[in-house]
């Protein structure tokens, strides 16, 4: 079956705590959506984008998930998805501002955004404000 066609996407590859990217796989099995779609939409959330989200709100409650992917989740993992290409220049000011790479503030952000962004190492955390 034919898929809409989503507009211009730029991919990211990151590499966050394996429980981040646990949690992030279970978010997009409970909406109902492939992975790279759910996350791009809530990355687009998360930036200050919500005009970029496709598929709804993505508003998700992470507390029930989050204890068992956080004990069963070891080590690092990465994860590629499409964000929308006027995602990209909010993602790149993020970055400049930190002295980080955009893969990186892309994990700090999702991370924070799951409730996990403790396991990040040092040099990704990111002052997240309001």
């Known amino acids: 079956m034919a898929q809409p066609h989503l507009g211009e996407r730029t991919q ?3 590499h966050a705590p394996q429980a981040v990217v646990d949690a992030l796989a279970t978010y997009a099995e409970r909406r109902g959506l492939p992975v790279s779609r759910a996350v791009a939409d809530l990355l687009s959330e998360t930036a200050g984008r919500p005009d970029l ?3 709804g709100e993505p508003m998700f409650d992470f507390a029930e998930v989050i204890p068992s992917v956080a004990h069963e989740s ?3 993992g990465t994860l590629a998805i499409r964000v929308p290409k ?3 220049p909010v993602l790149d000011e993020f970055a400049a501002e930190a ?3 955009r893969p990186d503030v ?3 952000l999702l991370a924070h955004r799951v409730g996990l962004g403790h396991l990040m190492p040092e040099r990704s ?3 997240m404000t309001g």
């Open 12 to 14: 990211i590859r990151f």
């Open 53 to 55: 989200v496709l598929h």
């Open 74 to 76: 070891e080590g690092t």
């Open 86 to 88: 006027e995602l990209v």
């Open 99 to 101: 002295a980080l790479r």
């Open 106 to 108: 892309v994990a700090s």
């Open 125 to 127: 955390q990111l002052l």
